[in-house]
Protein backbone atom coordinates (compact mmCIF):
# COMPACT_ATOMS: atom_id res chain seq x y z
CA UNK A 1 0.00 0.00 0.00
CA UNK A 2 2.90 2.20 1.05
CA UNK A 3 4.43 1.52 -2.59
CA UNK A 4 1.00 2.50 -4.24
CA UNK A 5 0.50 5.89 -2.46
CA UNK A 6 4.41 6.80 -3.54
CA UNK A 7 3.66 6.02 -7.18
CA UNK A 8 0.55 8.35 -6.53
CA UNK A 9 2.19 11.05 -5.03
CA UNK A 10 5.27 11.08 -7.73
CA UNK A 11 2.18 11.13 -10.67
CA UNK A 12 0.74 14.01 -8.52
CA UNK A 13 3.78 15.97 -8.44
CA UNK A 14 4.42 15.38 -12.19
CA UNK A 15 1.54 16.77 -13.33
CA UNK A 16 1.34 19.92 -11.27
CA UNK A 17 4.85 20.43 -12.54
CA UNK A 18 3.20 19.17 -16.07
CA UNK A 19 0.47 21.60 -15.45
CA UNK A 20 2.19 24.63 -13.60
CA UNK A 21 4.61 24.35 -16.53
CA UNK A 22 2.26 25.43 -19.39
CA UNK A 23 0.10 28.09 -17.57
CA UNK A 24 3.49 29.26 -16.99
CA UNK A 25 4.37 29.71 -20.42
CA UNK A 26 1.18 31.30 -21.62
CA UNK A 27 0.94 33.54 -19.27
CA UNK A 28 4.52 35.12 -20.44
CA UNK A 29 4.09 34.42 -24.19
CA UNK A 30 0.22 35.01 -24.28
CA UNK A 31 -0.61 38.91 -23.24
CA UNK A 32 1.63 40.70 -25.66
CA UNK A 33 2.06 38.47 -28.38
CA UNK A 34 -1.93 36.73 -28.35
CA UNK A 35 -3.53 36.72 -31.84
CA UNK A 36 -6.36 39.00 -32.37
CA UNK A 37 -9.72 38.08 -31.34
CA UNK A 38 -11.96 37.45 -34.06
CA UNK A 39 -9.17 36.15 -36.07
CA UNK A 40 -10.87 34.28 -39.47
CA UNK A 41 -9.58 30.38 -39.41
CA UNK A 42 -8.06 29.20 -42.71
CA UNK A 43 -8.64 25.89 -42.11
CA UNK A 44 -11.90 23.73 -42.68
CA UNK A 45 -13.35 20.81 -41.17
CA UNK A 46 -14.00 17.27 -43.15
CA UNK A 47 -15.84 14.58 -41.25
CA UNK A 48 -16.65 11.01 -42.37
CA UNK A 49 -12.80 10.36 -42.86
CA UNK A 50 -12.98 7.07 -41.40
CA UNK A 51 -14.03 5.12 -38.11
CA UNK A 52 -12.21 7.15 -36.50
CA UNK A 53 -11.26 5.15 -33.38
CA UNK A 54 -9.27 7.78 -31.68
CA UNK A 55 -11.75 9.97 -31.98
CA UNK A 56 -9.89 12.70 -33.59
CA UNK A 57 -11.29 16.08 -35.83
CA UNK A 58 -9.65 16.45 -39.09
CA UNK A 59 -8.86 20.03 -40.41
CA UNK A 60 -7.33 20.81 -43.78
CA UNK A 61 -6.17 23.82 -45.75
CA UNK A 62 -5.37 23.31 -49.45
CA UNK A 63 -4.31 26.09 -52.21
CA UNK A 64 -7.73 27.22 -54.25
CA UNK A 65 -5.16 26.08 -57.42
CA UNK A 66 -3.92 22.85 -55.43
CA UNK A 67 -1.63 21.24 -58.25
CA UNK A 68 -1.79 17.89 -59.25
CA UNK A 69 0.20 15.14 -57.59
CA UNK A 70 0.98 17.98 -54.64
CA UNK A 71 2.39 16.72 -51.75
CA UNK A 72 1.06 16.67 -48.68
CA UNK A 73 1.58 18.08 -44.72
CA UNK A 74 0.21 16.22 -41.46
CA UNK A 75 0.38 19.09 -38.51
CA UNK A 76 0.28 18.00 -34.87
CA UNK A 77 -0.54 20.51 -32.71
CA UNK A 78 0.75 20.14 -28.85
CA UNK A 79 -0.72 20.41 -25.57
CA UNK A 80 -3.72 22.87 -24.56
CA UNK A 81 -3.37 23.45 -28.14
CA UNK A 82 -6.30 23.57 -31.67
CA UNK A 83 -5.47 22.85 -35.02
CA UNK A 84 -6.46 26.18 -35.95
CA UNK A 85 -3.39 27.99 -33.29
CA UNK A 86 -1.16 25.75 -34.36
CA UNK A 87 -1.97 26.66 -38.02
CA UNK A 88 -1.69 30.36 -37.29
CA UNK A 89 1.71 30.13 -35.00
CA UNK A 90 3.68 27.90 -37.47
CA UNK A 91 2.34 29.22 -40.77
CA UNK A 92 1.96 26.05 -42.05
CA UNK A 93 -1.28 26.92 -44.42
CA UNK A 94 0.68 30.57 -45.88
CA UNK A 95 3.78 28.18 -46.93
CA UNK A 96 1.12 25.94 -48.97
CA UNK A 97 -0.63 28.79 -50.31
CA UNK A 98 3.19 29.93 -51.47
CA UNK A 99 4.57 26.65 -53.05
CA UNK A 100 1.52 24.58 -53.53
CA UNK A 101 0.63 21.47 -51.33
CA UNK A 102 -2.24 20.90 -48.60
CA UNK A 103 -2.23 20.31 -44.74
CA UNK A 104 -3.76 18.43 -43.12
CA UNK A 105 -4.48 19.17 -38.81
CA UNK A 106 -5.70 16.46 -36.83
CA UNK A 107 -7.04 18.12 -33.68
CA UNK A 108 -7.27 16.21 -30.11
CA UNK A 109 -10.63 16.42 -27.73
CA UNK A 110 -10.84 17.69 -24.27
CA UNK A 111 -12.72 14.22 -23.75
CA UNK A 112 -9.84 12.19 -24.34
CA UNK A 113 -7.14 14.36 -22.97
CA UNK A 114 -8.38 17.11 -20.40
CA UNK A 115 -5.48 19.36 -21.74
CA UNK A 116 -5.70 18.85 -25.05
CA UNK A 117 -2.60 16.21 -25.76
CA UNK A 118 -2.34 13.52 -28.59
CA UNK A 119 -2.39 9.91 -26.50
CA UNK A 120 1.39 9.27 -27.92
CA UNK A 121 1.69 7.39 -24.50
CA UNK A 122 -1.10 5.09 -24.54
CA UNK A 123 -0.74 1.56 -25.99
CA UNK A 124 -4.16 1.72 -27.65
CA UNK A 125 -3.34 5.06 -29.28
CA UNK A 126 0.58 4.22 -30.39
CA UNK A 127 0.28 1.38 -32.49
CA UNK A 128 -0.47 0.50 -35.78
CA UNK A 129 -4.36 -0.34 -36.39
CA UNK A 130 -5.31 1.25 -32.99
CA UNK A 131 -6.92 4.38 -31.90
CA UNK A 132 -5.71 7.90 -32.26
CA UNK A 133 -3.25 6.34 -34.68
CA UNK A 134 -5.47 4.81 -37.11
CA UNK A 135 -7.38 7.77 -37.09
CA UNK A 136 -5.02 10.20 -38.27
CA UNK A 137 -3.75 7.22 -40.73
CA UNK A 138 -7.36 7.39 -42.20
CA UNK A 139 -7.24 11.14 -42.80
CA UNK A 140 -4.01 10.67 -44.46
CA UNK A 141 -5.94 8.51 -47.01
CA UNK A 142 -8.88 10.57 -46.89
CA UNK A 143 -7.01 13.43 -48.35
CA UNK A 144 -5.00 11.26 -50.88
CA UNK A 145 -8.27 10.49 -52.29
CA UNK A 146 -10.05 13.41 -51.90
CA UNK A 147 -7.45 16.00 -52.73
CA UNK A 148 -5.85 13.60 -55.35
CA UNK A 149 -2.31 14.73 -53.60
CA UNK A 150 0.92 12.33 -54.04
CA UNK A 151 0.98 9.65 -51.70
CA UNK A 152 4.71 9.18 -52.47
CA UNK A 153 5.26 12.72 -50.94
CA UNK A 154 3.23 12.69 -47.70
CA UNK A 155 4.83 14.03 -44.58
CA UNK A 156 4.28 14.15 -40.81
CA UNK A 157 5.63 17.26 -37.62
CA UNK A 158 4.02 18.06 -34.67
CA UNK A 159 4.67 20.02 -31.54
CA UNK A 160 5.44 18.07 -27.79
CA UNK A 161 3.10 15.46 -27.73
CA UNK A 162 2.09 16.49 -31.17
CA UNK A 163 5.79 15.58 -31.90
CA UNK A 164 5.93 12.82 -29.83
CA UNK A 165 2.54 11.32 -31.70
CA UNK A 166 4.48 12.36 -35.19
CA UNK A 167 7.08 10.05 -33.61
CA UNK A 168 4.20 7.20 -33.15
CA UNK A 169 3.33 8.38 -37.09
CA UNK A 170 6.90 7.60 -38.27
CA UNK A 171 6.99 4.16 -36.66
CA UNK A 172 3.87 2.46 -37.13
CA UNK A 173 3.25 3.25 -40.48
CA UNK A 174 6.83 4.22 -42.27
CA UNK A 175 5.61 3.24 -45.60
CA UNK A 176 3.18 6.19 -45.58
CA UNK A 177 5.79 8.89 -44.68
CA UNK A 178 8.41 10.34 -46.68
CA UNK A 179 9.69 12.02 -44.10
CA UNK A 180 9.19 13.83 -40.74
CA UNK A 181 10.05 16.21 -38.18
CA UNK A 182 9.82 16.30 -34.48
CA UNK A 183 9.89 19.84 -32.51
CA UNK A 184 10.28 19.62 -28.64
CA UNK A 185 8.84 15.90 -28.86
CA UNK A 186 9.79 12.02 -27.82
CA UNK A 187 11.17 9.10 -29.13
CA UNK A 188 8.73 6.20 -30.36
CA UNK A 189 7.97 3.73 -27.66
CA UNK A 190 9.77 5.85 -24.27
CA UNK A 191 6.29 5.41 -22.53
CA UNK A 192 3.71 3.22 -21.82
CA UNK A 193 1.07 5.23 -19.75
CA UNK A 194 0.71 8.50 -17.99
CA UNK A 195 3.37 8.39 -15.35
CA UNK A 196 6.34 6.81 -17.92
CA UNK A 197 5.35 9.52 -19.65
CA UNK A 198 6.43 12.36 -17.53
CA UNK A 199 9.49 10.64 -16.33
CA UNK A 200 10.80 10.92 -20.18
CA UNK A 201 9.74 14.05 -20.54
CA UNK A 202 11.15 15.68 -17.17
CA UNK A 203 14.11 13.76 -16.52
CA UNK A 204 18.01 11.96 -18.47
CA UNK A 205 16.53 8.72 -19.29
CA UNK A 206 19.25 7.48 -21.89
CA UNK A 207 19.04 3.96 -24.28
CA UNK A 208 21.00 2.07 -26.36
CA UNK A 209 20.48 3.09 -30.15
CA UNK A 210 19.70 -0.45 -31.41
CA UNK A 211 17.09 -0.50 -28.19
CA UNK A 212 15.63 2.79 -29.30
CA UNK A 213 15.94 1.26 -33.09
CA UNK A 214 14.47 -1.91 -32.47
CA UNK A 215 11.25 -0.66 -30.69
CA UNK A 216 11.01 1.41 -34.47
CA UNK A 217 11.34 -2.13 -36.02
CA UNK A 218 8.58 -3.26 -33.95
CA UNK A 219 6.06 -1.24 -34.68
CA UNK A 220 5.70 -2.88 -38.46
CA UNK A 221 6.40 -5.42 -40.63
CA UNK A 222 7.75 -2.65 -42.82
CA UNK A 223 11.90 -3.41 -43.19
CA UNK A 224 12.71 0.22 -45.87
CA UNK A 225 13.17 2.85 -47.17
CA UNK A 226 12.63 4.84 -43.47
CA UNK A 227 11.71 8.28 -43.86
CA UNK A 228 13.89 10.90 -43.39
CA UNK A 229 13.56 12.43 -40.31
CA UNK A 230 14.35 16.39 -38.56
CA UNK A 231 14.63 17.20 -35.43
CA UNK A 232 14.39 20.45 -33.52
CA UNK A 233 14.77 21.27 -29.44
CA UNK A 234 15.57 24.29 -27.48
CA UNK A 235 18.59 24.20 -25.07
CA UNK A 236 16.30 25.26 -22.57
CA UNK A 237 13.32 23.60 -22.99
CA UNK A 238 11.61 22.91 -19.12
CA UNK A 239 8.71 20.68 -20.48
CA UNK A 240 10.39 17.69 -22.60
CA UNK A 241 14.43 17.73 -21.32
CA UNK A 242 16.59 18.34 -24.78
CA UNK A 243 18.09 14.95 -24.13
CA UNK A 244 15.16 13.76 -25.82
CA UNK A 245 16.03 14.82 -29.28
CA UNK A 246 19.23 12.90 -29.02
CA UNK A 247 17.40 10.04 -28.50
CA UNK A 248 15.36 10.64 -30.87
CA UNK A 249 18.63 10.82 -33.40
CA UNK A 250 19.88 7.83 -32.16
CA UNK A 251 16.30 6.14 -32.72
CA UNK A 252 16.79 7.19 -36.56
CA UNK A 253 20.53 6.43 -36.88
CA UNK A 254 20.23 2.86 -35.88
CA UNK A 255 16.63 2.52 -37.93
CA UNK A 256 18.56 3.61 -41.12
CA UNK A 257 21.94 2.24 -40.21
CA UNK A 258 23.79 5.21 -40.33
CA UNK A 259 27.46 5.87 -38.27
CA UNK A 260 26.65 8.13 -34.61
CA UNK A 261 29.01 10.06 -35.91
CA UNK A 262 27.40 13.11 -37.97
CA UNK A 263 28.41 14.19 -41.14
CA UNK A 264 28.58 17.72 -40.95
CA UNK A 265 27.68 20.24 -38.44
CA UNK A 266 26.85 23.81 -38.74
CA UNK A 267 26.83 26.70 -36.41
CA UNK A 268 23.16 29.50 -37.97
CA UNK A 269 23.77 31.85 -35.43
CA UNK A 270 23.91 30.27 -32.06
CA UNK A 271 21.97 27.65 -33.44
CA UNK A 272 23.41 24.19 -34.18
CA UNK A 273 22.73 21.78 -36.98
CA UNK A 274 24.11 17.97 -36.95
CA UNK A 275 23.43 16.29 -40.24
CA UNK A 276 23.59 12.73 -41.26
CA UNK A 277 24.31 11.59 -44.84
CA UNK A 278 23.82 8.38 -46.73
CA UNK A 279 26.62 6.97 -48.47
CA UNK A 280 25.51 9.12 -51.69
CA UNK A 281 25.40 12.48 -49.75
CA UNK A 282 21.75 12.36 -49.08
CA UNK A 283 21.03 14.13 -45.81
CA UNK A 284 18.60 11.96 -44.19
CA UNK A 285 18.41 12.99 -40.23
CA UNK A 286 19.13 16.11 -39.22
CA UNK A 287 18.78 18.28 -35.43
CA UNK A 288 18.55 21.67 -34.80
CA UNK A 289 19.85 22.62 -31.61
CA UNK A 290 18.36 25.98 -30.90
CA UNK A 291 20.44 28.17 -28.17
CA UNK A 292 18.25 29.64 -25.36
CA UNK A 293 15.01 28.46 -26.05
CA UNK A 294 12.46 27.66 -23.95
CA UNK A 295 9.71 25.12 -25.46
CA UNK A 296 7.93 25.56 -28.16
CA UNK A 297 8.35 25.90 -32.07
CA UNK A 298 11.49 28.06 -33.65
CA UNK A 299 9.88 31.38 -35.92
CA UNK A 300 11.47 34.11 -37.84
CA UNK A 301 9.23 37.01 -37.72
CA UNK A 302 11.63 39.07 -39.74
CA UNK A 303 13.04 38.95 -43.43
CA UNK A 304 12.67 36.46 -46.08
CA UNK A 305 11.90 33.48 -44.10
CA UNK A 306 8.82 35.26 -41.91
CA UNK A 307 6.52 32.89 -40.98
CA UNK A 308 3.90 32.44 -38.37
CA UNK A 309 3.13 34.12 -35.47
CA UNK A 310 4.60 34.55 -32.24
CA UNK A 311 2.34 33.45 -28.81
CA UNK A 312 2.51 30.92 -26.60
CA UNK A 313 4.81 28.01 -27.66
CA UNK A 314 5.74 29.73 -30.66
CA UNK A 315 8.92 31.41 -30.19
CA UNK A 316 11.05 33.73 -32.44
CA UNK A 317 14.34 32.34 -32.28
CA UNK A 318 15.47 34.24 -35.37
CA UNK A 319 14.88 30.72 -37.53
CA UNK A 320 11.85 29.31 -39.29
CA UNK A 321 11.63 25.75 -38.36
CA UNK A 322 8.48 25.69 -41.06
CA UNK A 323 10.84 27.08 -43.94
CA UNK A 324 13.68 24.91 -43.11
CA UNK A 325 11.59 21.58 -42.99
CA UNK A 326 9.76 22.30 -45.63
CA UNK A 327 13.34 22.67 -47.90
CA UNK A 328 14.94 19.46 -46.22
CA UNK A 329 11.48 17.32 -47.57
CA UNK A 330 12.12 19.42 -50.88
CA UNK A 331 8.62 20.89 -50.47
CA UNK A 332 9.85 24.21 -52.70
CA UNK A 333 10.28 21.77 -55.56
CA UNK A 334 6.70 21.28 -55.97
CA UNK A 335 6.39 25.05 -56.89
CA UNK A 336 9.23 27.63 -57.50
CA UNK A 337 12.22 27.94 -55.11
CA UNK A 338 12.15 29.05 -51.73
CA UNK A 339 14.81 31.57 -50.54
CA UNK A 340 17.46 31.16 -47.61
CA UNK A 341 17.66 32.60 -44.67
CA UNK A 342 19.08 35.90 -45.28
CA UNK A 343 21.14 36.46 -41.90
CA UNK A 344 23.60 34.65 -41.57
CA UNK A 345 24.91 33.64 -45.00
CA UNK A 346 25.94 30.34 -45.70
CA UNK A 347 29.53 29.96 -46.77
CA UNK A 348 30.18 27.20 -49.53
CA UNK A 349 31.64 24.42 -48.17
CA UNK A 350 35.39 23.43 -48.72
CA UNK A 351 35.34 19.54 -49.61
CA UNK A 352 38.72 18.03 -48.40
CA UNK A 353 40.90 15.78 -50.77
CA UNK A 354 41.52 13.41 -48.56
CA UNK A 355 38.53 12.41 -46.58
CA UNK A 356 39.82 14.22 -43.59
CA UNK A 357 37.72 16.44 -41.23
CA UNK A 358 37.49 20.25 -42.63
CA UNK A 359 36.85 22.89 -40.36
CA UNK A 360 35.67 26.63 -41.56
CA UNK A 361 35.34 29.66 -39.15
CA UNK A 362 36.41 29.66 -35.47
CA UNK A 363 35.48 26.99 -33.79
CA UNK A 364 39.09 24.15 -33.50
CA UNK A 365 39.92 21.12 -35.78
CA UNK A 366 38.10 18.23 -35.32
CA UNK A 367 35.01 16.11 -35.91
CA UNK A 368 31.88 15.02 -33.59
CA UNK A 369 32.73 11.50 -32.38
CA UNK A 370 29.05 10.49 -31.23
CA UNK A 371 25.48 11.86 -31.36
CA UNK A 372 26.81 13.62 -27.89
CA UNK A 373 29.43 15.65 -29.31
CA UNK A 374 27.32 16.60 -32.66
CA UNK A 375 25.30 18.39 -30.21
CA UNK A 376 28.00 20.00 -27.95
CA UNK A 377 26.94 23.60 -27.52
CA UNK A 378 29.14 26.19 -29.31
CA UNK A 379 30.69 28.37 -26.58
CA UNK A 380 32.40 30.72 -29.19
CA UNK A 381 30.18 33.24 -30.15
CA UNK A 382 28.16 33.92 -32.81
CA UNK A 383 29.17 32.98 -36.88
CA UNK A 384 28.98 29.66 -38.59
CA UNK A 385 30.98 26.32 -38.75
CA UNK A 386 30.75 23.21 -40.81
CA UNK A 387 32.24 20.10 -40.20
CA UNK A 388 32.41 17.97 -42.95
CA UNK A 389 34.07 14.37 -42.90
CA UNK A 390 33.26 13.27 -46.31
CA UNK A 391 34.41 10.76 -49.12
CA UNK A 392 34.79 13.27 -52.28
CA UNK A 393 34.03 10.22 -54.01
CA UNK A 394 30.11 10.39 -52.88
CA UNK A 395 30.02 13.70 -53.45
CA UNK A 396 30.65 13.64 -57.35
CA UNK A 397 28.26 11.22 -57.11
CA UNK A 398 25.73 12.54 -55.59
CA UNK A 399 26.22 15.96 -57.68
CA UNK A 400 25.87 13.33 -61.00
CA UNK A 401 22.38 11.89 -59.07
CA UNK A 402 21.59 15.27 -58.49
CA UNK A 403 21.86 16.37 -62.05
CA UNK A 404 19.86 13.23 -63.49
CA UNK A 405 23.86 11.74 -65.17
CA UNK A 406 24.57 8.52 -64.78
CA UNK A 407 27.44 8.53 -62.36
CA UNK A 408 30.77 7.33 -64.48
CA UNK A 409 31.88 4.02 -61.85
CA UNK A 410 35.79 2.96 -61.80
CA UNK A 411 35.76 -0.77 -63.53
CA UNK A 412 38.91 -0.94 -61.13
CA UNK A 413 36.86 -0.75 -57.80
CA UNK A 414 36.38 -4.42 -55.71
CA UNK A 415 33.35 -5.56 -55.68
CA UNK A 416 31.21 -4.89 -52.47
CA UNK A 417 32.54 -1.83 -51.84
CA UNK A 418 30.69 1.78 -52.72
CA UNK A 419 31.54 2.34 -56.50
CA UNK A 420 33.87 4.43 -56.93
CA UNK A 421 33.94 7.24 -59.80
CA UNK A 422 35.93 7.17 -62.39
CA UNK A 423 37.92 10.29 -63.05
CA UNK A 424 38.90 9.78 -66.81
CA UNK A 425 35.27 10.32 -68.13
CA UNK A 426 35.15 13.44 -66.03
CA UNK A 427 38.34 14.78 -66.85
CA UNK A 428 38.02 14.15 -70.65
CA UNK A 429 34.36 15.89 -70.89
CA UNK A 430 35.93 19.02 -69.06
CA UNK A 431 38.42 19.25 -71.32
CA UNK A 432 35.86 18.67 -74.05
CA UNK A 433 33.48 21.57 -72.88
CA UNK A 434 36.42 23.91 -72.78
CA UNK A 435 37.41 23.36 -76.91
CA UNK A 436 40.70 21.43 -75.62
CA UNK A 437 42.12 18.36 -76.67
Known amino acids: MRDFRQVL ?168 FAGGAIIAGLPYGCAGNVQQAFEAMFTEQEHAAQVLGDRVRAASSHRGPWPKISVWHGTSDPIVKPVNSKEIVRQWIDVH ?51 GAAGAFFLDAGISSTHHIARFWHLHESLGEMPYAEEPAFTPLQIPTDGAALLTGNAAAGSPSSVEASFAENTQGEGWQTRYPVDPNAVIAAAFKAAGLAVPEDPKARPGKTPRVAPAPIIAAAFKIAGLE
Not at 16 to 25: D, Q, R, T, V
Not at 85 to 92: A, F, L, M, N
Not at 132 to 151: K, N
Not at 277 to 305: C, K, R, W, Y
Open 9 to 176: HRLQAFQNKFEGLLASARRREAPDQAAPAGRPSRLRELTRFGANPGNLRMFAHAPEHLPPNAPLVIALHGCTQTADEYDQGTGWSVLADQLGFAVIYPQQQPTNNPKNCFSWFLPDDAVRGSGEALSIRQMVEHAIATLAVDRRKVFVTGLSAGGAMASVMLATYPEI
Open 257 to 307: GLSDKASYQQMIGNHTRCVWSDATGEALIEAFSISNMAHGVPLATTGSQCC
